[in-house]
């Protein structure tokens, strides 16, 4: 596609729920990152996949985190038994070649925990 | 530990306006400087990116500064409209090659007519 796609762009769950957030990052593009952005706070890094290579999953903040890239493309981050700290704007971004400037965001799902 | 300190943390300008944001950064090595946009809903927008070697960077009414040395980055925005509210991020990068960025927290950016 044209930019980086993400779904929902609005999850409301309750706690101890699990979740799928779902990035489609630009067609090409070898690298795929994930990011948190909690109020008022600056964008946290959670994990980063290039190509076939493991991914940098140093971000994740707890085991109740992961991710995964399916066949280079589409990627989901997972939560699960979600927590109120949880809620926070999940967002997805994509480049190529890695590390390269040319960084696109895709607009983020924002999760609320209830 | 790597940082990126933004000021001020929120602004509010006359349409028409000037105004000028700064972005501090302890990032070592350092690779390159973004000052991104952010509405409100929406994921980050780059405007300006800068390597170590230059000092300025214009996109439209928004002109972005680096000075290397004292570590410190500014966006001017001049002439400003209704449509520039937003927050604007300012990111650097650390390495050559290196994925993971250092986000500053932003800076809300409110014109009013």
């Known amino acids: 596609g044209a930019g980086v796609s993400q779904s929902p762009s609005n999850k409301v769950t309750e706690k101890g729920k699990d979740v799928e957030l779902r990035c489609d990052p630009i067609?090409?593009?070898?690298?795929l990152y994930w990011y948190r952005q909690s109020l008022g706070q600056g964008l946290e890094f959670l994990i980063y996949f290039q190509g076939n290579s493991a991914p940098d999953k140093s971000g994740l903040p707890s085991d109740r985190f992961s991710a995964e890239r399916t066949g280079g493309s589409v990627s989901t981050l997972t939560i699960q038994r979600t927590q109120q700290e949880d809620s926070a704007v999940y967002l997805c971004a994509s480049s190529s070649p890695p590390g390269t400037p040319g960084y696109t965001f895709g607009s983020g799902t924002r999760l609320t925990v209830v | 530990k790597n940082q990126v300190e933004q000021s001020p943390q929120s602004l509010i300008i006359l349409e028409g306006k000037n105004c000028t944001l700064q972005?501090?950064?302890?990032?070592?090595?350092?690779?390159?400087l973004r000052w991104y946009k952010q509405d409100t809903g929406r994921g980050p927008v780059s405007l300006t990116i800068m390597t170590f070697s230059e000092n300025t960077k214009s996109n439209g009414r928004y002109t972005a500064t680096l000075d290397a040395d004292t570590k410190q980055s500014s966006l001017h925005i001049t002439a400003s409209q209704l449509s520039d509210s937003a927050s604007y991020i300012c990111?650097?990068?650390?390495?050559?090659?290196?994925?993971?960025?250092?986000f500053g927290k932003g800076t809300k950016l409110s014109v009013i007519p």
């Open positions: 972005c501090n950064y302890t990032v070592s090595p350092f690779s390159n």
């Open positions: 990111v650097v990068s650390g390495g050559a090659g290196s994925y993971q960025l250092t």
């Open positions: 067609s090409g593009h070898t690298a």
